[in-house]
T-cell receptor
Framework: AQSVTQLDSQVPVFEEAPVELRCNYS??????LFWYVQYPNQGLQLLLK??????LVESINGFEAEFNKSQTSFHLRKPSVHISDTAEYFC???????????FGTGTKLQVIP | DSGVTQTPKHLITATGQRVTLRCSPR?????VYWYQQSLDQGLQFLIQ???????AKGNILERFSAQQFPDLHSELNLSSLELGDSALYFC??????????????FGEGSRLTVL
């Protein structure tokens, strides 16, 4: 069975500092990997995804994530965070014939002015 | 706007009651997923449908049931409600038939409060 682990439930970081949100998954087959973001009082929305090809994927607002197959990780990074990045971030794995999607428990990123 | 519509947005009811949450997926999406989000449990996968058929089941209680209709909208039925069922219920849809995209599109959720 697939599972997704986000070790950090909360990450406080000062504005303009770098941040890394960790995600590890367990799966014996190939997977699709995603990061979703949830702003307060909103639904989840896709931040970035890895389906195939280049292991480094980027979002339009400066986040990037690298798929590391040997370490079964898909950590999310941003070199300089903004106040507007304050949100909860979910890592997700999609696999299988019927494309079941499993989410991690989420990491709340709090950007401190 | 994700294209996924959920109703009602807010619902307050009493213990022991039954409610129905409705979801209209994005146009053309055949796959619908239901999730429950609560403070103590995080985002929990409940159930997935594809073109009217159940495809995957997660941590869905026996008091809960769902179905997907021929027009592809889905309903989640919650019965014999308990205080612990208070949560935000999300519906998401996916273009299952086009795996190159692969992402889920989420509705804004239905917030259920059981008093």
């Amino acid at each position: 069975a697939q599972s997704v682990t986000q070790l950090d439930s909360q990450v406080p970081v000062f504005e303009e500092a770098p941040v890394e949100l960790r995600c590890n998954y367990s799966s014996s087959v190939s997977v699709y990997l995603f990061w979703y973001v949830q702003y307060p009082n909103q639904g989840l929305q896709l931040l970035l995804k890895y389906l195939s090809g280049s292991t480094l994927v980027e979002s339009i607002n400066g986040f990037e994530a690298e798929f590391n197959k040997s370490q079964t990780s898909f950590h999310l990074r941003k070199p300089s965070v903004h106040i507007s990045d304050t949100a909860e971030y979910f890592c997700a794995v999609k696999q299988g014939r019927y494309q079941k999607v499993t989410f991690g428990t989420g990491t709340k990123l709090q950007v401190i002015p | 706007d994700s294209g996924v519509t959920q109703t009602p947005k807010h619902l307050i009811t009493a213990t022991g009651q039954r409610v129905t949450l409705r979801c209209s997926p994005r146009s053309g999406d055949l796959s619908v997923y239901w999730y429950q989000q609560s403070l103590d449990q995080g985002l929990q996968f409940l159930i997935q449908y594809y073109n009217g058929e159940e495809r995957a089941k997660g941590n869905i209680l026996e008091r809960f049931s769902a179905q997907q209709f021929p027009d592809l909208h889905s309903e989640l039925n919650l019965s014999s409600l308990e205080l612990g069922d208070s949560a935000l219920y999300f519906c998401a849809s996916s273009d299952f038939g086009r795996p190159k995209t692969g992402e889920l599109f989420f509705g804004e959720g239905s917030r259920l409060t059981v008093l």
